[in-house]
Each structure stands twice: as structure tokens, then as C-alpha cells.
T-cell receptor
Framework: ETGVTQSPTHLIKTRGQQVTLRCSSQ?????VSWYQQALGQGPQFIFQ???????GRGNFPPRFSGLQFPNYSSELNVNALELDDSALYLC????????????FGPGTRLTVL | GENVEQHPSTLSVQEGDSAVIKCTYS??????FPWYKQELGKRPQLIIDIRSNVGEKKDQRIAVTLNKTAKHFSLHITETQPEDSAVYFC?????????????FGAGTRLAVHP
């Protein structure tokens, strides 16, 4: 068991709504990365947070935003949901200086109707 | 742009046979190459990783090889077992001691038949 947890497990929203997903990093880890995994595809990097700041972003629009808290947990917020946002959202935690190995949480399955 | 290609997309073997999955990356600055196993409905699980200063790494029945000149790396599973059945993802990143963006391949669905 890696220790990374995510909530909720599943979520159903309608187009135009907003959603917040949560991630608790593994004990001792200070970096959280978020990925979107569409059905049948590999995870796509959304962004990464370190020391409560976004320190890297993939090819996702600004309506995808995030936060990292002093305890290193993190939130992913998505505004103005679109049908194509339906996916498994994964967070991964790692420790800077430890080799950057990323350990994934179980994911949140988001369905947009 | 950054890209990782993975082949084959599906692989079917008999129990006890070997399985090989190959990946090619585009960014020559990539220096970290993990492999993840994802069972249906579960999280990606790190099974082995390799860094650019090493050509090969083994862990029991699993091995990874890296050819930096050709920009490709491979996963080798020997003596396959039914519980090895899953989707396997390769990834590449250019770790710089802080920012570490993993670029994933599209995945290989491995089926091991008893």
C-alpha cells in the first residue's frame, strides 16, 4: 500500500458544473502531480505542485486549477465541465531529492453528462 | 514535442513464456524511465524504474533495458504467470531535482493464459 489517498472515488456531474477532487500524499512526500487518464489511454500530466506552488503544467486549459496545502495535500478544481473531461483523475506524490519516484493514488472516476 | 511510443498495444502469451514491451521516447534530455502496472479498476503501480546512467536493471522476473543512443527502453518479464495479466505503461521524464513530469506511453494490455 503506497499511502496516497483520493476522494471521492466516483463523481457524476453535468456540463458547465464545477468539481473539486482531493488528494492526500504519502507520508513524508512534498510534491503532488495530477494526471488525467481517459479510457484506454495512458495518464496525461495536468500539473505538479511543490511547496504550495504550481511548478509545472501540461497542455490543459486554465479551467483546470489546483492547490497544495501546508500538509502537502492537494486539490484539483475543474470549472465549466465538458463531456471530454470524463476520465479517471490520478494524483501521484513524490519526494524532491529522493529520485522523483511517483506513487499513485487510486483515482477519482469523473463522469460528465 | 515530448512523446513516448509503446508497442505492442496488446500481447498474449502462454504461462511460463517471456513477454517484452518496447518504448521509444523523443526527448533526448529524458533521464528517468519508470514502468507501471495497472490492473482493471486499480491505481498504476510502479514495478521497476531505470535512470539514464544505467543500461539494465533486474528485479526477480522483471528487467528493464535502456538504449540512450536509440532512445528506447524495454520491459522484459520472464516466466509469466496469470497474475501478470494487466495493462503496462512505460513513461519518461527529465527529472531536474524538483520538477518531474511523466510522459506516458499508450499502454500494453498483457494477457497470460494458463
Amino acid at each position: 500500500e503506497t499511502g496516497v489517498t483520493q476522494s471521492p472515488t466516483h463523481l457524476i456531474k453535468t456540463r458547465g458544473q464545477q468539481v473539486t477532487l482531493r488528494c492526500s500524499s504519502q507520508s513524508g512526500h512534498n510534491t503532488v502531480s495530477w494526471y488525467q487518464q481517459a479510457l484506454g489511454q495512458g495518464p496525461q500530466f495536468i500539473f505538479q505542485y511543490y511547496r504550495e506552488e504550481e511548478n509545472g503544467r501540461g497542455n490543459f486549459p486554465p479551467r483546470f486549477s489546483g492547490l497544495q496545502f501546508p500538509n502537502y495535500s492537494s486539490e484539483l478544481n475543474v470549472n465549466a465541465l465538458e463531456l471530454d473531461d470524463s476520465a479517471l483523475y490520478l494524483c501521484a506524490s513524490s519526494l524532491v531529492g529522493s529520485g522523483d519516484t511517483q506513487y499513485f493514488g487510486p483515482g477519482t472516476r469523473l463522469t460528465v453528462l | 514535442g515530448e512523446n513516448v511510443e509503446q508497442h505492442p498495444s496488446t500481447l498474449s502469451v502462454q504461462e511460463g513464456d517471456s513477454a517484452v514491451i518496447k518504448c521509444t521516447y523523443s526527448d533526448s534530455a529524458s533521464n528517468y524511465f519508470p514502468w507501471y502496472k495497472q490492473e482493471l479498476g486499480k491505481r498504476p503501480q510502479l514495478i521497476i524504474d531505470i535512470r539514464s546512467n544505467v543500461g539494465e536493471k533486474k528485479d526477480q522476473r522483471i528487467a528493464v533495458t535502456l538504449n540512450k543512443t536509440a532512445k528506447h527502453f524495454s520491459l522484459h518479464i520472464t516466466e509469466t504467470q496469470p497474475e501478470d495479466s494487466a495493462v503496462y505503461f512505460c513513461a519518461a521524464s527529465k527529472s531536474n531535482g524538483g520538477y518531474n513530469k511523466l510522459i506516458f506511453g499508450a499502454g500494453t494490455r498483457l494477457a497470460v493464459h494458463p
